[in-house]
């Protein structure tokens, strides 16, 4: 049983079109993520949530809107998409105060806009 | 805030040999510390993790790292490294004031065989 599964695992798609990811857990963690990783394998938190309130909103483009319709699921969906957009897109979970355990990561999602 | 350095890029190992990479962080008052690896087309999974007690902790894999706090580092080890090792290691930390996990710039691990 995969613990924090996202869909697609990769997506290719044209610059201005709208696409979404999908983030399931099943650990019954009450918070999730999304992170971003760039092609120099670096790793930046844009979004959390925690029992479906957004708690972390980093200096992200308003193109990238997350959702969580409960505290297993969070999706992330991106308006007009442009080359820079291209990454690995991560999400994570954890129990509030993950300092102690971490955040378990899911397999990631290979965004290519072409 | 704190924050986690990785002064390593590349690293290459031969097969068998021991493994040290290096993990430097900044802050005032003991960290939570972390070490993931990421293989090829894969997730991060969890090493281990360090927030107090025992100063070298044992991860999954036969990977340990040291908390040395007068070093400000967190070194992960192997005494034997394996060609499955190959892969990106990145050290992490919370950053005050919250549940947000901060990465480094992570470090390659090459295997030659």
């Known amino acids: 049983d995969t613990a924090v599964s996202q869909t697609p695992k990769y997506l290719v798609t044209q610059m201005g079109n709208d696409k979404s990811i999908k983030c399931e857990q099943n650990?019954?963690?009450?918070?999730m993520y999304w992170y971003k990783q760039d092609s120099k394998k670096f790793l930046k938190i844009m979004f959390s949530?925690?029992?479906?309130?957004?708690?972390i909103n980093e200096t992200v483009p308003n193109r990238f809107s997350p959702k969580s319709p409960d505290k297993a699921h969070l999706n992330l969906h991106i308006n007009s998409l442009e080359l820079g957009d291209s990454a690995v897109y991560f999400c994570?979970?954890?129990?509030?105060?993950?300092?102690?355990?971490?955040?378990?990561f899911g397999s990631g999602t290979r965004l290519t806009v072409v | 805030a704190q924050s986690v350095t990785q002064p390593d890029i590349h690293i290459t190992v031969s097969e068998g040999a021991s493994l040290e990479l290096r993990c430097n962080y900044s802050?005032?008052?003991?960290?939570?510390l972390f070490w993931y690896v990421q293989s090829p087309g894969q997730g991060l999974q969890l090493l281990l993790k360090?927030?107090?007690?025992?100063?070298l902790v044992q991860g999954i894999k036969g990977f340990e790292a040291e908390f040395k706090r007068s070093q400000s580092s967190f070194n992960l080890r192997k005494p034997s490294v394996h060609w499955s090792d190959a892969a990106e290691y990145f050290c992490?930390?919370?950053?005050?004031?919250?549940?947000?996990?901060?990465f480094g710039t992570g470090t390659q691990l090459k295997v030659e065989l």
């Open positions: 994570a979970s954890s129990q509030w105060g993950g300092e102690v355990n971490g955040y378990t």
């Open positions: 650990l019954g963690h009450d918070t």
């Open positions: 949530y925690n029992n479906k309130e957004l708690i």
């Open positions: 802050y005032g008052a003991t960290p939570y």
């Open positions: 360090y927030f107090s007690g025992d100063t």
């Open positions: 992490a930390s919370f950053t005050g004031g919250g549940n947000k996990l901060t």
